[in-house]
């Protein structure tokens, strides 16, 4: 059974920086490319990075491009990632999930077929 634990949101003013991890098992986690998805109330969910398999290949949505980095330790099942400069609009439930095609594609942010998700965790951004 795979399950996917998201933690590490909480509440930050604007311009601070929040480190999120994923844990994932009953996976083979070192095999799939992974991917940071985010959900505002009463937006649809979004993509915001993912990492490819090797850690070699990373993707960003725009809006996150330069604060914003995806990594991933494979000997601990775990993604990361790191946000800086967090704006107001970055508050969202934000959730990791293997992906079923590659990261590099430019329509990654569609490769949910698993639909493996966590509760997600929480990111609140104070203005």
């Known amino acids: 059974q795979v399950q996917v634990m998201e933690s590490g949101g909480g509440l930050v003013q604007a311009g601070g920086s929040l480190r999120l991890s994923c844990t994932a098992s009953g996976l083979r986690f070192g095999v799939y490319d992974m991917g940071w998805f985010r959900q505002a109330p009463e937006k649809e969910r979004e993509g915001v990075s993912c990492i490819n398999w090797s850690g070699r290949g990373t993707n960003y949505a725009d809006s996150v491009k330069g604060r914003f980095t995806i990594s991933r330790d494979d000997a601990k099942n775990t993604l990361y990632l790191q946000m800086n400069s967090l704006k107001a609009e970055d508050t969202a439930m934000y959730y990791c999930?293997?992906?079923?095609?590659?990261?590099?594609?430019?329509?990654?942010?569609?490769?949910?077929?698993?639909?493996?998700w966590g509760q997600g965790t929480q990111v609140t951004v104070s203005s």
């Open positions: 999930a293997p992906l079923s095609g590659g990261c590099l594609r430019s329509d990654w942010t569609r490769m949910t077929d698993f639909a493996y």
